[in-house]
């Protein structure tokens, strides 16, 4: 199973909003509503901060939301603040009952 | 609230056996896939494989050969074992929850991580 497909680097200024976009075939992404978006800092675990194409677990902030149209999930931060700097990740359920993830996109808030 | 913690050696010697078990507490254990990730450093995530506290598996193609997952419902622990390990084997392992049965493998609760360098 291949990677997903990810940008490697996203850079946005504090207050602005960005979207981190997640390409992978009709095998994965677009066969199932099953892509989870994962943020990771430095050195700790991955968070789960979507999952289901547009589910946030309790807690996660409003500020992200995410979409999907056919083999392409998207992931929006609005309002960046500077936590929100960060590795993410995006992964989905494949048709042979696997998870596959993205290659990481590198968050950069200016 | 689960916790979840990996235990294991921190070095293995190529061509050797690695195993890892994760130690679940502070919910239920039944009724839940459970995951192992791994994470070469510097590098992206990759999924190992899942197992069902009935013992049912889901492996990555790319490790299928190597790998085994086993599960002890009575310790509330699940068991990594990966065979004839090299160098590119060396990464932080997670182990991990998923959301519910039926989620599509979100995985909502992970461990710290484990540091496993494959060197002799």
């Known amino acids: 199973q291949s990677a997903l497909t990810q940008p490697a680097s996203v850079s946005g200024s504090p207050g602005q909003s960005i979207t981190i976009s997640c390409t992978g075939t009709?095998?994965?992404?677009?066969?199932?509503?099953?892509v989870s978006w994962y943020q990771q800092h430095p050195g700790k675990a991955p968070k789960l901060m979507i999952y289901?194409?547009?589910n946030r677990p309790s807690g996660v902030s409003n500020r992200f939301s995410a979409s999907k149209s056919g083999n392409t999930a998207s992931l929006t931060i609005s309002g960046l603040q500077a936590e929100d700097e960060a590795d993410y990740y995006c992964?989905?359920?494949?048709?042979?009952?696997?998870?596959?993830f993205g290659g990481g996109t590198k968050l950069t808030v200016l | 609230q689960v916790e979840l913690q990996e235990s294991g050696p921190g070095l293995v010697k190529p061509s050797e056996t690695l195993s890892l078990t994760c130690i679940v507490s502070?919910?239920?254990?039944?009724?839940?896939?459970w995951s192992w990730i791994r994470q070469p450093p510097g590098k992206g995530l990759e999924w190992i494989g899942q197992?069902?506290?009935?013992?049912?598996?889901n492996y990555n193609p790319s490790l299928k050969s190597r790998v085994t997952m086993s599960v002890d419902t009575s310790k509330h622990q699940f068991s990594l074992r990966l065979s004839s390990v090299t160098a590119a084997d060396t990464a932080v392992y997670y182990c991990?929850?998923?959301?519910?049965?039926?989620?599509?493998?979100?995985?909502?609760?992970w461990g710290q991580g484990t540091m496993v360098t494959v060197s002799s």
């Open positions: 992964s989905s359920y494949t048709r042979i009952n696997t998870l596959v």
């Open positions: 197992i069902y506290y009935t013992g049912i598996t």
């Open positions: 009709s095998s994965d992404v677009g066969g199932y509503n099953y």
């Open positions: 502070g919910g239920s254990f039944n009724n839940y896939y």
């Open positions: 289901e194409v547009t």
């Open positions: 991990a929850k998923e959301v519910s049965v039926g989620s599509g493998c979100a995985l909502d609760m």
